[in-house]
């Protein structure tokens, strides 16, 4: 079953489509009763931190293995597993106001991409489709007309990947397609073009990635499976064309989401066969160190995580391992 899964381009157990093609007919829960999420045992002597969360308001559509980006203080989330299917639906939601609104629909439906935000406009590659087949395709959406754009597809087709912006492009890194991958490729607005540069030295998949201070940081993931968690994270610099390891995470994690505040990047939930991670642990990339701070009031997997005026919005997801959706949103206050 495994190598079936592996070869559709899904890890096994992640919430991906079964020998069907069809995603996991797990039942809708209302936005305004969330399952129970079944919690990952927590590793022995690991300290809770400091922090406090808020609920906040709940995004529209409940689903899990989205992708999210911050544009212009306002948070978009993108795709997904539903209940039964997958979504092509674009949310914003604006702190400041507290309130969501429905935007564009993404022209086709997909779950388990990548986006990231830059100069003014979204950028979305890769993921699965609604048979589970992974992609390779690329599009760009402008906040200001409420437009798709078709972009070239990246060099390398997969799914579960994860994409960052810095110095002016955009890098798709990591991901799934049959086997684990170490690709690394930065698509330039400027020229309309995908260059492959110095891949990861760990292939993997259901990772995430954040920027501080011009450097891509890669944490955790997965080989495979939920059961091949890894805590391994690594360091590129752009403008070397470099990797090099950084301290481990002190909790090996896959289907996470990292967002950066000054200087620091909150690593938030994740899945194994156990349950879901409530862990929200935070690394220093100036002083190469990890601490654990206040716990995800929800555990969950396959969510957005996006920072806005020095919080953390953690968003949808999966409060049980596998098919399951949520409309969550808490806010985590450093």
């Not at 809770?48 to 308001?57: I, K, L, V």
């Not at 955009?170 to 330039?188: F, P, T």
Request: glycine share 12%; aromatic share 8%; charged share 15%.
């Amino acid at each position: 079953m495994l190598s079936l899964l592996l070869a559709m381009g899904v890890s096994a157990a992640c919430g991906g489509p079964g020998t069907s093609g069809t995603p996991p007919q797990t039942p809708a829960a209302p936005a305004v009763v969330e399952p129970t999420p079944t919690v990952a045992p927590r590793p022995t002597g690991q300290a809770e931190g400091t922090g406090r969360w808020e609920r906040r308001a709940a995004m529209p559509t409940p689903r899990s293995e989205i992708a999210g980006a911050v544009l212009n203080g306002k948070v978009y989330v993108v795709g997904g597993f539903l209940a039964s299917g997958v979504s092509a639906a674009l949310e914003e939601y604006d702190p400041a106001t507290n309130t969501w609104r429905a935007r564009n629909l993404l022209p086709a439906p997909v779950h388990h991409p990548g986006m990231a935000a830059l100069g003014g406009r979204l950028y979305l590659a890769g993921g699965f489709d609604a048979a589970g087949q992974p992609l390779a395709r690329a599009w760009a959406y402008d906040p200001a007309t409420d437009q798709w754009q078709a972009l070239p597809p990246m060099p390398t087709v997969r799914g579960a990947l994860a994409l960052a912006a810095v110095a002016g492009k955009v890098y798709a890194i990591g991901g799934i397609a049959g086997r684990d991958l170490s690709a690394n490729e930065a698509y330039d607005p400027a020229t309309n073009t995908w260059r492959a540069l110095a891949p990861m030295p760990t292939a993997r998949d259901h990772l995430a990635v954040a920027e501080v201070s011009g450097k891509l940081y890669a944490f955790g993931g997965r080989l495979g499976s939920f059961d091949r968690n890894l805590d391994v994270v690594e360091e590129y610099d752009p403008a070397a064309d470099r990797w090099r390891a950084r301290a481990r995470m002190p909790t090996a994690r896959s289907g996470i989401a990292a967002a950066a505040v000054a200087g620091l990047v909150y690593v938030s939930g994740g899945e194994e066969g156990r349950g879901t991670f409530k862990e929200n642990e935070v690394y220093n990339p100036a002083t190469d160190s990890w601490r654990g701070v206040a716990p995800m009031p929800t555990p969950r997997h396959g969510h957005a995580a996006a920072a806005v005026d020095g919080s953390v919005y953690v968003i949808g997801g999966g409060p049980t391992p596998g098919g399951s959706q949520s409309a969550l949103n808490e806010m985590f206050i450093p």
